[in-house]
């Protein structure tokens, strides 16, 4: 994210074009199937500035890419209760840090984050951004939890957005104040839907303009209305003003990744 004048410019390119080095990001393999193509989560993880599996999210790095050579992350976190002693042995074989994070209030994703940072302070690494691997599927509390982990982000990150990537979807948080969301020719082409949730508190002023049912200066609340199945007018930029924090959710298209 880079902020000119208050506002806020996001780009999903940044993630999605495989050749931007200008990106710098941490990488993070949640315990879900990972369903991406896999040149262009590979090329995310080779571009990565760290790379982590988390748990779960171990076995399902192995199980995908068995056989090749760099797919050793720098480190391995979690509660360990789902990893498989084969694959930590072999992880640790190869140099990962495994940091064992047994605190049962918090999700193993959230801790993550907190692994991340401190690694970052240590390195003295600059991040744009930390993008996590996880399907939106399964689990409601699982999905539920992800999605209070991009909140807790930015008290354990500070400005740095955390990205959660899926097959189809791109989601992150829109913090208060004025967002331009450039989500590329491709996507509007193809008509993808795009969303904008208010989680956790009602939203009293959105305007929006690029969207095919646009806002203007109106709430946005739970048992009220909230904008799912949203899509674009045709303009690759979206503008979002918002008084308060909104989940930003956009279909990829196979065509964009
Ligand atoms: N069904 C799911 N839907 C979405 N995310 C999931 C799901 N299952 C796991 N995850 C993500 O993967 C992370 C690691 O999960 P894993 O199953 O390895 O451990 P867990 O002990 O169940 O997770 P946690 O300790 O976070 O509850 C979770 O913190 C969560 O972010
Ligand atoms: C009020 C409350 N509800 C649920 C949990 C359980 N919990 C939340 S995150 C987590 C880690 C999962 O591996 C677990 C077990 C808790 N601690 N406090």
Redesign the pocket.
């Known amino acids: 994210m880079n902020c000119s004048a208050a506002v806020n410019h996001w780009n999903a390119l940044d993630i999605l074009d495989a050749g931007n080095v200008l990106f710098r990001f941490g990488f993070l393999i949640?315990?879900?199937p990972i369903n991406i193509q896999r040149d262009f989560v590979c090329s995310l993880w080779n571009r990565a500035s760290v790379r982590v599996t988390?748990?779960?999210?171990a076995n399902r790095w192995f199980h995908f890419l068995q056989g090749t050579d760099s797919i050793t992350p720098e480190l391995i976190t979690?509660?360990m209760?789902?990893i498989k002693q084969t694959v930590l042995t072999y992880f640790k074989s190869k140099g990962a840090e495994v940091i064992p994070t047994p605190d049962q209030n918090e999700?193993?994703?959230t801790k993550a984050l907190r692994c991340i940072h401190r690694y970052i302070t240590s390195k003295n690494l600059q991040l744009d951004g930390v993008i996590a691997v996880?399907?939106?599927?399964?689990?409601l509390d699982?999905?539920l939890?992800?999605l209070n982990t991009l909140y807790k982000a930015k008290d354990i990150l500070g400005n740095i957005p955390v990205y959660q990537l899926a097959k189809n979807s791109l989601t992150w948080l829109l913090p208060p104040g004025s967002h331009q969301i450039n989500v590329g020719d491709v996507i509007v082409q193809a008509g993808g839907w795009c969303s904008l949730v208010p989680l956790g508190a009602g939203v009293e002023h959105v305007t929006t303009t690029g969207l095919k049912w646009n806002l203007n200066n109106q709430v946005l609340e739970f048992g009220r209305m909230i904008s799912t199945s949203n899509t674009y007018s045709g303009n690759p930029v979206v503008t979002v003003e918002t008084s308060g924090t909104l989940v930003w959710s956009m279909e990829l298209c196979d065509d964009a990744t």
Do not use: H, K, P, Y
């Open positions: 949640l315990n879900q988390v748990d779960g999210g979690g509660d209760d789902s999700t193993d994703f996880c399907e939106t599927s399964g689990r699982q999905i939890a992800n």
